[in-house]
């Protein structure tokens, strides 16, 4: 993902780079050392594609801010497309996040979805899934979700409410965590038991 964010503003470098030396910093940023991004885009939409040629996941955002030195991508209102192969793609939308590659440069890209973070699944035939919480963490390429949060899920059969989970996203599998005091609360249906 990340050589696939460089090389699209590589290619764009005349509409969406920033020139360091003129433009005045951009108020409230945190992130790089001197609070300026390296790149920024607007209305940004990235393709990732698997070897085969088939769409991984699509990621849309209102703005991208980069920071190479951290190997940071901060986002406005991201929205994620995570496409499974033989399946229905998942979605997932927030009000900011983070995308990073981790250190040594290993393979795996983490995208951290933060504020009101909603993660769906349609599927098919009056069937649902619908998850909200306020953090939560996907990791495309194994297409896998977590969250140390309280997560809400609504679906076609009911509603549970955990302080946690992690999910293989590509098998459709959710394990729900529990605290001391906060244990999972499922509520069926009544239409479950007809």
């Known amino acids: 993902m990340f050589m696939v964010v460089l090389g699209l503003v590589?290619?764009?470098t005349a509409?969406?780079?920033m020139d360091r030396?003129?433009?005045p910093p951009l108020?409230?940023?945190a992130a790089g050392p001197s609070g300026r991004p390296d790149f920024y885009m607007e209305g940004a939409v990235v393709d990732q594609y698997r070897p085969d040629g088939t769409l991984e996941y699509r990621l849309t955002s209102d703005d991208i801010r980069h920071f190479s030195e951290q190997a940071l991508t901060r986002l406005q209102r991201p929205a994620l497309t995570l496409y499974r192969p033989g399946g229905r793609p998942w979605d997932a939308r927030a009000r900011e996040g983070d995308l990073r590659r981790p250190p040594r440069g290993a393979p795996e890209e983490e995208l951290e979805l933060r504020d009101d973070v909603v993660l769906e699944q349609d599927r098919g035939d009056g069937g649902f899934l619908r998850l909200t919480t306020s953090r939560l963490k996907i990791y495309p390429g194994r297409q896998y979700a977590e969250s140390d949060r309280d997560v809400m899920i609504d679906s076609h059969v009911g509603r549970t409410t955990a302080t946690g989970l992690e999910g293989d996203l590509q098998l459709g599998l959710l394990t729900f965590h529990s605290s001391g005091n906060e244990p999972v609360h499922t509520v069926l249906q009544p239409?479950?038991?007809k």
């Open 27 to 29: 108020p409230g940023e």
């Open 21 to 23: 030396r003129s433009t």
């Open 15 to 17: 509409l969406f780079v």
């Open 10 to 12: 590589a290619a764009g």
């Open 191 to 193: 239409q479950q038991f």
